[in-house]
Structure formats: C-alpha cells, structure tokens
C-alpha cells in the first residue's frame, strides 16, 4: 500500500448499499468492500434519522448477489456494532470472531478484513483480530497506522463540498482531531 492507493468501502450493510451503491459501482466497474454487522442482515437499525425511525439491513439474498457480481467483498463490522473499547474482553471476542464465523459460513469463502465500529481500537483488540484470523482492519482514528489499523477517511451524507475537499487534502489526517466537524 502506498499513499495513492484508494479503496471503495462502506459501513453497516445498509439496504440502500444494494439499491443505490451498488448499480453505481457495478456501472463503472468499481470494486468495493462492504462491512456487514452481522446482527442486521435481514433486520433493521434503529435510528431516529431515518424515515419512520428504522433502516432495512441487507439481505442475505442481496449479499449472495452482491457477492456473485465479483465487484463487492464483504467484511466484518462485529456482530452487533458495539464499541469494541466499551464491552468486557469476552464481549469484544464474541464480536469479533462470531461475526467473522457468520459471515464466512452465509458468502463461502473467507473474511479477510473488518472495519473497527466507531473506529474504536486499542492493542487489546487488535490481539483479538489477529487472533481471530483477520489479515487487516480499518479505523478512523489513525494514530499509529499498521496493517490492524488502516486509514480511512469517512464521508457523510452532511458532507458539503467544502468538508469533501478537505477530507481528501493531506491536510486532514494531521488537523482531524483539532477540529470537530472533520470526522
């Protein structure tokens, strides 16, 4: 990896990544890594922004079809989105390997890669990962960077062009954390 490399990925599984992402992706030939929390496949998130304060989950049909397109791997984004720094250690291990576990057995193949909820990590966690037979993991908090804690730069829906254009200067990642609204 290199400082020119870009990566396509998104968080949660939402069902619009299946509606909307994906027809984009796939009309361009863009790859992409989606991360599922596992919890929410064939459920729904609740959440007080959206529209009748739910979002649709993925389905496991939509992942298969994803899958079988070969533009979109899939990794993992724990089991039920928790803050792996804010659960017991045996908590974080369910998390961690479980959601891993789940997702190998529905796509058939391995699950290399998964995407730390809140960007949230520690040494203790990362242990785990390697443990649990990950090859990488992704964060937003990129403090010491390693292959368990690779850069990414989230992008919102609130993100107006001023914040995107920041977001891919490289003066983001050295100011992040001075100013509130780069995350």
């Known amino acids: 990896m290199n400082n ?11 069902e619009d990544h299946f509606h909307n992402v994906y027809s984009i992706l796939s009309g361009y030939g863009f790859p992409a890594t989606i991360f599922l929390t596992v ?4 459920g729904y998130w609740e959440s007080e922004k959206a529209e009748g304060g739910r979002i649709k989950g993925l389905s496991r049909d939509q992942i298969l079809e994803m899958q ?31 959601s891993k576990l789940y997702l190998e057995d529905l796509l058939g193949e391995d699950v290399p890669f998964i995407s730390y909820p809140f960007g949230a990590c ?3 966690v990362k242990n785990i990962v390697r443990e649990a037979g990950y090859k990488a ?25 001023k914040r995107f254009r920041f977001k891919i200067s490289p003066l983001y990642y050295p100011t992040k954390s001075i100013f509130r609204f780069a995350s």
């Open 4 to 14: 020119r490399t870009l990566s396509i990925t998104f968080d949660d599984g939402y």
């Open 39 to 42: 919890k929410y496949i064939d």
């Open 68 to 98: 079988n397109g070969g533009l979109i791997q899939f990794g993992s984004h724990g089991y039920s989105h928790k803050n792996f720094l804010s659960v017991h250690e045996e908590d974080r291990e369910i998390e961690i390997r479980d």
């Open 122 to 124: 520690d040494d203790g």
């Open 137 to 161: 993991g992704f964060t937003i908090w990129n403090r010491k960077p390693d292959i368990y804690t690779i850069p990414r730069v989230p992008f919102h829906a609130h993100d107006g062009l």
